[in-house]
């Protein structure tokens, strides 16, 4: 196997080769039958495997027959002019063996038949899928003459070898291959867009996070341009024939207008749910983002892709045992949007009749998520004020928001003011320490109320979150009517967590699935990219609150 290509690798994601290959590669010898079929079908399913990060048929000026061709992969011109003269007036496709600028998937799902020579990759794919193949000269993965089971026999053996993990610098076996190949596949496709939708510029990027997002919107081709001018931005997309990605807060009716006109698709990207450590305002790059091409979780003005997810999605036996992981190692590491701690202890014995303990996180109040899900609600002291009306014998507790404390966005209010309504105003301490504590939690649209809900707490939200209107939560806010399907809370989890975000690995700086993001997390891997920011802007956000302080004496 030394200096073969491997039937399960890795996309070309830029940096890709700075990742250091672990030891000698062993050989994991023949798969049995019965995990022989489970293993093709789970291929089948992801769709992975051979150069399956290439452009699909159908965006390339290559006629296939609609009904089951045969596909010819010769050698050269001459080889695939007399194959075809040899199948007579049956439709064929003629491809060069050995091309990698095709997804072979998008060709043999469509296929009858494949002929091609033995140390053609797309043999081996080709007996994953079914089809039948025959072989034009002795290779890797089949010799003339070879039957259908001694084909599948080949195929199994180059896929039970390992894949290079760049995420733990260990090989992995084709099982635990293929869910990574899945996820970057999930990504790529995203990313990739339906024809005229790929993602090629972007604007409304801050420079800090530029590095990042160039990573999260990556497909094969061209890199995604990103710009400062709005003008140039749409000019680029229209030139190239495809979308546009840009920041929620910087899209405005004239841009969406534009964008109409030029006959541009804009793409929202926005921060994740497992975002950083450290605060945004800081001017910490993400590491989870989302890209939603229907709309935007934070807005239920509208449809996004997350609702489409949660309202219409698929949620297999294996998907929903993954997400219970997730969310099992994420409270375990006290993991929260820009934080991770371990939390101090089990949550604490209350005596039976004790007084019920509430939380109310604040929020920045000129924050989009409150502007567009808030229901009018647009004041921290507002939602303090109505979660006393309705839990008057309760103990409350005051969050106020970080990037708020930290001086750098609105939404301050004083702490006299608060102690109005709430028994005590909570600082310290990370978001888990204090979901372990309490009973519920009171929300507008704060991501807190869906960190309440991994850990078991009871969920009021005032407000309409992303979170609301599926049955796992109180709801005072209006609703729409197209979140009407009631989800398990590893359901809710399984679209939130792991099917509407992307992720990038801190170390590698590769496109990662949410476990590798929460191990590094965990294990306190994450390195600052930005590290020489962090001071100056904790400087200017004291000076601010200073600021704020006087100007409200």
């Keep these: 196997m030394s200096g073969e290509k491997g039937l399960l690798r890795a996309p070309p994601f830029p940096g890709l080769h700075d990742v250091a290959a672990p030891p000698e590669m062993p050989d994991q010898g023949a798969l049995a039958l019965g995990e022989r079929a489970a293993l093709f079908a789970a291929m089948r399913e992801a769709r992975v495997g051979g150069a399956f990060w290439a452009e699909p048929i159908d965006r390339h000026a290559l006629a296939i027959h609609a009904l089951a061709p045969t596909v010819l992969r010769g050698q050269s011109d001459a080889e695939l002019a007399a194959l075809q003269t040899r199948c007579g007036n049956e439709a064929v496709l003629a491809l060069g063996a050995g091309d990698d600028g095709i997804d072979p998937w998008s060709v043999l799902t469509k296929a009858r038949r494949l002929i091609a020579h033995g140390a053609d990759e797309w043999i081996a794919l080709a007996c994953v899928i079914g089809l039948p193949v025959e072989v034009l000269s002795p290779g890797r993965f089949g010799e003339p003459g070879d039957s259908a089971k001694v084909l599948a026999e080949r195929a199994a053996y180059a896929l039970s070898q390992p894949m290079h993990d760049p995420f733990s610098r260990r090989w992995i076996g084709p099982w635990e291959a293929i869910a990574v190949l899945a996820e970057w596949r999930r990504v790529i496709d995203a990313n990739r867009g339906s024809p005229g939708e790929r993602i090629v510029a972007a604007c409304g990027i801050s420079w800090w996070k530029r590095a990042e997002i160039r990573q999260f919107l990556w497909s094969p081709g061209k890199p995604v341009r990103i710009f400062a001018s709005i003008r140039r931005a749409l000019a680029a997309a229209r030139a190239e024939g495809g979308a546009l990605a840009v920041w929620p807060s910087r899209i405005s009716p004239n841009l969406i207008t534009k964008a109409k006109r030029a006959g541009v698709a804009l793409v929202r990207v926005e921060d994740g749910f497992v975002r950083s450590v450290g605060l945004g305002s800081n001017l910490v790059p993400p590491l989870s983002v ?146 372990d504590a309490v009973d519920g939690v009171h929300v507008l649209t704060s991501l807190a109320g869906f960190e309440a809900l991994l850990r078991g707490r009871d969920v009021t939200c005032h407000g309409t979150p992303f979170y609301a209107g599926w049955g796992l939560t109180r709801d005072l806010g209006a609703v729409p009517a197209r979140r009407g399907r009631p989800l398990t809370l590893d359901q809710l989890v399984a679209g939130v967590l792991l099917l509407y975000p992307r992720y990038l690995d801190p170390v590698t700086a590769l496109s990662c699935p949410p476990e590798v993001l929460v191990q590094r997390m965990a294990a306190g891997e994450m390195p600052n990219r930005l590290g020489w920011v962090g001071p100056v802007r904790r400087a200017q956000g004291r000076m601010m609150a200073l600021l704020r302080r006087k100007g409200r004496r």
């Design 290 to 435: 989302i890209v939603d091409r229907r709309g935007i979780h934070f807005d239920p003005q509208q449809p996004s892709d997350l609702e489409h997810i949660l309202g219409h999605g698929n949620f297999p036996p294996a998907l929903l045992d993954r997400a219970a992981r997730l969310r099992t190692a994420i409270i375990a590491a006290g993991i929260s949007k820009y934080a991770s701690a371990p939390p101090h202890g089990a949550r604490r014995n209350r005596s039976a009749g004790a007084r019920r303990m509430v939380l109310v996180p604040g929020q920045v109040e000129d924050d989009m998520s409150v502007i567009a899900g808030g229901g009018g609600i647009a004041s921290n002291l507002e939602l303090l004020r109505r979660t006393r009306a309705i839990e008057p014998e309760a103990e409350i507790w005051w969050r106020p928001h970080p990037d708020v404390d930290a001086g750098h966005r609105n939404g301050a209010i004083a702490d006299a003011a608060a102690l109005e309504h709430a028994d005590r105003i909570v600082r310290r301490g990370s978001m888990a320490d204090l979901l």
